[in-house]
């Protein structure tokens, strides 16, 4: 019989990794406090101002503003910016469709840019090439919780003229130069869905430093009002985007974790480097020296096919997550979504802009092709493990490796 437990031999992991969402006595006794405050909403409450402050703080930022989730966060940012029909943004192939969806929702064209081989993250050439006259603004993704290169893009878009957005989604707390992300533009976005680093079920937030641009972030997400005036007075086009006293509870009492919980994903993930870089055919997605937090949404690694024994990524996934590995599927990349193929997200777009064509969708994506198809993604709740369970990811990888025939 196999070893492999996909055949029904013994999985490598017995242990369980840690349990995700972390909450304890902090988030109950908060939660309780909103229920008999009677005060569930931000608009008369105190809970949601705190916590877009402290997380601001927390991030170096000057400014916040809780939403409801992260494609809230990106589509009240490029509102507030002011982007719109008739102007391009540039978006990275390999995300989270929310990136470029933010971009239509206000009628622009999300022009999409391959990803850099080694980060995932977008590719700053490639960017600079894709730059045209309606360029108004790019979207750097930090890809898994490394970020993108901040030098490179920062030193871009000023050269260009353009606002550099950060999506931060994957990436609390990580740090570049040891300034964390989402401070390196003109904004950052968060978000705080279940799989997020922290997490209130749903949530997010926008950071900046910026005094004007924070005042417009506030009124688009609060159906267009200015502080200070009247309930009723509206003053521009906005929706309500606006966090419930619930969330940002819980969200308090989780930012407390935060510090702790991504120093350890990043020291989990520096030695899942070293263990899994030692397997034959796996390659960690390498941590940049710039990158001096990595907080790790989750730990990317590509696989060789070669060196296990021809075996697609696919059947060997399956059997890494037989051994108890988990894996969190990688995206598809952009421009191969019915969105695109189909044509749809030409409606979002104004006359004009809408028939004409748009070569980009019909380039080469080699680096987000690879991030989809070779890319084994072990998720932040395994990486809050102990070194133990580190070693135990990478003894199911060098068996997997070596039983790998059995699978063709
Ligand atoms: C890169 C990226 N951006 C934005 C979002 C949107 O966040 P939310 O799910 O909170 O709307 C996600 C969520 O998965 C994401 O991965």
């Known amino acids: 019989m196999s070893e492999l437990a996909l055949f029904g031999g013994p999985p490598v992991k017995a242990k369980p990794f840690p349990a995700w969402p972390v909450h304890d006595e902090r988030e109950r006794a908060a939660l309780s406090e909103v229920l008999d405050s009677g005060v569930w909403w931000r608009t008369p409450g105190t809970r949601v101002s705190a916590f877009e402050s402290a997380f601001a703080a927390h991030h170096g930022a000057r400014h916040g503003i809780a939403v409801t989730n992260g494609t809230h966060a ?26 470029a969806g933010a971009v239509l ?43 993108a290169d901040l030098d490179a893009l ?23 130069r040891e300034r964390p992300v989402g401070t390196h533009g003109a ?25 004007d641009l924070a005042r417009r972030l506030r009124s688009v997400h609060d159906c267009g009002r200015r502080e200070g005036e009247w309930f009723y007075a509206h003053f521009e086009y906005g929706s309500n985007f606006r966090m419930t006293e619930w969330q940002a ?42 990158c001096t937090r990595n907080s790790h949404y989750a730990h990317i690694s590509y696989l060789d096919s070669a060196a296990f ?3 697609g990524c696919e059947r060997l996934i399956e059997a890494l997550v037989a051994e108890g590995v988990p894996n969190q599927a990688a995206y598809p990349p952009l421009h191969e979504l019915d969105l695109f193929t189909s044509g749809a997200y030409r409606r979002r777009l104004m006359p004009g802009a809408a028939e004409e064509s748009h070569p980009f ?11 989809a198809r070779e890319a084994f993604w072990v998720p932040q709740t395994a990486l809050l ?24």
Do not use: Y
Not at 117 to 125: H, L, R, T, Y
Not at 202 to 210: K, L
């Open 154 to 176: 920062v030193e871009l878009a000023g050269r260009a003229g353009i606002v550099m957005i950060e999506d931060c989604a994957h990436a609390h707390a990580s740090r570049w």
């Open 309 to 311: 024994a021809g075996v």
């Open 361 to 371: 969708l019909q380039a080469e994506f080699p680096g987000s092709v690879r991030a």
């Open 74 to 99: 990106l589509e009240v940012a490029v509102a507030a910016l002011g982007i719109g029909p008739g102007d391009e943004v540039l978006v990275p192939d390999s995300t989270f469709v929310a990136t």
């Open 187 to 211: 904004l950052g976005t968060f978000s705080f869905q279940m799989s997020k680093l922290m997490t209130a079920g749903e949530g997010g937030i926008v950071i900046t430093d910026d005094d």
């Open 385 to 408: 493990g102990d070194a133990e369970d580190m070693e135990e990811i990478a003894v199911a990888f060098e068996k997997v490796r070596r039983h790998a025939g059995e699978l063709a």
């Open 249 to 290: 509870a819980v969200l308090s009492a989780q930012l407390e974790r935060l510090d702790e919980q991504s120093r350890r994903r990043h020291a989990n993930g520096v030695l899942l480097d070293e263990l899994l870089g030692a397997v034959e055919g796996v390659t960690p997605q390498p941590l940049d020296a710039r």
């Open 105 to 147: 929702s206000v009628g622009a064209l999300p022009v999409l840019v391959d990803v850099h081989a080694d980060s995932g993250c977008i590719d700053a050439e490639l960017a600079a090439s894709a730059i045209g006259p309606r360029t108004v603004a790019m979207i750097a993704v930090h890809m898994g919780g490394h970020p």
